[in-house]
């Protein structure tokens, strides 16, 4: 079952830096949402395909990633052979990492 923008705890900071102009798409600012259904058609996402991070928003907060109903989840989808990361199974946080970050441009589900 999808997640919904109220079972996201990151979906006030998510909103406040995704750049996809598609507000009305049911995924908009649910990162594991968004990252699974693009990896799936083999597609980036509008953030890991090359458009640029504000500098704004690189001081946003983490988040409440405690929070994440689907890390388990996404901890089983998840390519990354990083297991030992604190970020792996947190799209949210796997991204606000590597976007902008000139050492791993791209996270390993769109890589």
Same mark, same amino acid.
């Given at each position: 079952?999808?997640?919904? &923008?109220?079972?996201?705890?990151?979906? =006030?900071?998510?909103?406040?830096?995704?750049?996809?102009?598609?507000? =009305?798409?049911?995924?908009?600012?649910?990162?594991?949402?968004?990252?699974?259904?693009?990896?799936?058609? *083999?597609?980036?996402?509008?953030?890991?395909?090359?458009?640029?991070?504000? &500098?704004?928003?690189?001081?946003?907060?983490?988040?409440?990633?405690?929070?994440?109903? %689907?890390?388990?989840?996404?901890?089983?989808?998840? &390519?990354?052979?990083?297991?030992?990361?604190?970020?792996?199974?947190?799209?949210? =946080?796997?991204?606000?990492?590597?976007?902008? %970050?000139?050492?791993?441009?791209?996270?390993?589900?769109? *890589?």
């Amino acid at each position: 079952m999808p997640t919904t &923008p109220a079972q996201c705890p990151n979906y =006030d900071i998510n909103s406040r830096q995704c750049p996809c102009p598609n507000l =009305d798409c049911e995924r908009h600012a649910i990162c594991c949402e968004c990252t699974s259904s693009h990896a799936s058609k *083999g597609k980036p996402t509008r953030c890991m395909s090359g458009e640029e991070r504000p &500098p704004a928003t690189r001081t946003l907060p983490i988040g409440r990633t405690r929070e994440c109903a %689907n890390r388990k989840r996404n901890e089983a989808a998840c &390519p990354c052979g990083e297991t030992s990361c604190p970020r792996h199974g947190l799209c949210c =946080d796997c991204i606000r990492y590597h976007w902008g %970050n000139s050492m791993w441009p791209k996270v390993a589900c769109l *890589g």
